[in-house]
């Protein structure tokens, strides 16, 4: 479904690029970071996680990097395939909580 | 492994009345999360429920409730609907206080 609005930033690439898409949080606190992938209709899908004691995490075809000073992240998919087209969303916990804050979301759209 | 489990999938109230959600996590996890993603927003963090206690929520009024039953199932409820309730509403699951999986979602529309 139409799970996030008309203003999201959009990102497109070629199939078979390399897609990177940014995240800026908020909380310098946080020690825990999500990636997730949204198709229309569908829940968040989680993707990978990486630990505030880690700078790069790598799964398969993704990488998240982390770079605390600047409380900037980061997921790189490679060789991004038409599957790929979805909203991607950031998130963060808090070491004091367990919930999480999400981004705004990027949609990722892969060109044939 | 079953998934996340959520229903209905889609609900249909008028303004005013009052909404049942249910979620039922994966097997094994204790943590239900629940979350509001409206039109033209991201997912805003609801109510943390853990062992069957209500752990935390999130800036919502009152009338958005909730309770999580001995089998660690949840129940979202939403009283005195409003226009603007009208938003996808997400469970989530885990076992520890890490990776959540989400389910499918209820799409609430309120008219």
């Known amino acids: 479904g139409e799970s996030v609005g008309l203003h999201l930033p959009t990102l497109s690439v070629q199939e078979g690029d390399n897609s990177i898409i940014n995240c800026a949080y908020s909380?310098?606190?946080?020690?825990?970071f999500i990636w997730y992938k949204q198709e229309s209709g569908k829940g968040p899908q989680f993707i990978i996680d990486?630990?505030?004691?880690?700078d790069k995490r790598q799964g398969q075809r993704v990488t998240v990097l982390l770079n605390k000073t600047v409380k900037h992240l980061s997921l790189q998919i490679a060789a991004t395939q038409p599957g790929d087209s979805a909203v991607y969303f950031c998130?963060?916990?808090?070491?004091?909580?367990?919930?999480?804050?999400f981004g705004g979301g990027t949609r990722l759209m892969v060109k044939p | 492994e079953a998934g996340v489990t959520q229903s209905p999938t889609h609900l249909i109230k008028t303004r005013g009345q009052q909404a049942t959600l249910r979620c039922s996590p994966i097997?094994?996890?204790?943590?239900v999360y629940w979350y509001q993603q409206a039109l033209g927003l991201g997912l805003q963090f609801l109510l943390w429920?853990?062992?069957?206690?209500?752990?935390n929520r999130g800036n919502f009024p009152p009338r958005f409730s909730g309770r999580q039953f001995p089998n660690y199932s949840s129940e979202l409820n939403v009283n005195a609907l409003e226009l603007e309730d009208s938003a996808l509403y997400l469970c989530?699951?885990?076992?520890?206080?890490?990776?959540?999986?989400f389910g499918p979602g209820t799409r609430l529309t309120v008219l």
């Open positions: 989530a699951s885990s076992l520890f206080r890490f990776e959540q999986f």
């Open positions: 909380n310098s606190a946080s020690d825990y």
């Open positions: 990486i630990r505030s004691n880690m």
């Open positions: 998130a963060e916990k808090l070491n004091a909580g367990n919930m999480l804050t």
């Open positions: 097997s094994g996890h204790t943590s």
């Open positions: 429920y853990d062992e069957g206690e209500e752990r």
